[in-house]
């Protein structure tokens, strides 16, 4: 019969780095392991490390960071813990830019083309016009669909 030999494992090789119970695992590992399980595992429950004696410290400060962030939400005056910045960003900022963008669009062509009609057609000059500087007497220097109006 043979001789098994033996090979005396070191620490780090013995843990895995996906599993949760890893006495070999330094505080930090743990709390990788835990943030991955977080994201990954829709039925893990952050409270269930409570009873774990490896893995209370990394609940404690998980759960004392997680309670920094619900308070200064419940302090803030216009985030709460349902409307938060990212739903600020998305569903105000956002469409506040697009808005201002499409109003300036639509100042910038639409009322141009209005004050120029308004003077060919009937000969007014608005005040808009004044304020927006367009030169009505310059007629090389209307847009392509104003100038055909005007051949008309």
Same mark, same amino acid.
């Given at each position: 019969?043979?001789?098994?030999?033996?090979?005396?494992?070191?620490?780090?090789?013995?843990?895995?780095?996906?599993?949760?119970?890893?006495?070999?695992?330094? &505080?930090?590992?743990?709390?990788?392991?835990?943030?991955?399980?977080?994201?990954?595992?829709?039925?893990?429950?952050?409270?269930?490390? &409570?009873?774990?004696?490896?893995?209370?410290?990394?609940?404690?400060?998980?759960?004392? &960071?997680?309670?920094?962030?619900?308070?200064?939400?419940?302090?803030?005056?216009?985030?709460?813990?349902?409307?938060?910045? &990212?739903?600020?960003?998305?569903?105000?900022?956002?469409?506040?830019?697009?808005?201002?963008?499409?109003?300036?669009?639509?100042?910038?062509?639409?009322?141009?083309?209005?004050?120029?009609?308004?003077?060919?057609?009937?000969?007014?000059?608005?005040?808009?016009?004044?304020?927006?500087?367009?030169?009505?007497?310059?007629?090389?220097?209307?847009?392509?669909?104003?100038?055909?109006?005007?051949?008309?």
């Amino acid at each position: 019969m043979q001789k098994k030999s033996y090979e005396v494992l070191r620490p780090e090789r013995r843990y895995n780095q996906y599993n949760m119970i890893n006495v070999w695992a330094s &505080q930090e590992k743990r709390e990788e392991i835990i943030k991955r399980k977080l994201l990954t595992d829709k039925s893990f429950k952050l409270t269930s490390l &409570q009873i774990n004696p490896l893995y209370k410290p990394v609940f404690d400060k998980l759960d004392a &960071q997680a309670l920094k962030i619900l308070n200064e939400l419940d302090k803030s005056v216009l985030w709460s813990r349902v409307y938060t910045k &990212q739903e600020f960003k998305h569903f105000f900022v956002w469409p506040l830019i697009f808005f201002v963008v499409a109003i300036s669009v639509v100042i910038h062509y639409g009322v141009r083309y209005r004050v120029y009609y308004n003077y060919i057609k009937y000969g007014r000059r608005l005040e808009v016009g004044d304020k927006l500087d367009i030169d009505l007497e310059d007629i090389e220097s209307y847009p392509a669909a104003v100038f055909e109006f005007y051949k008309e």
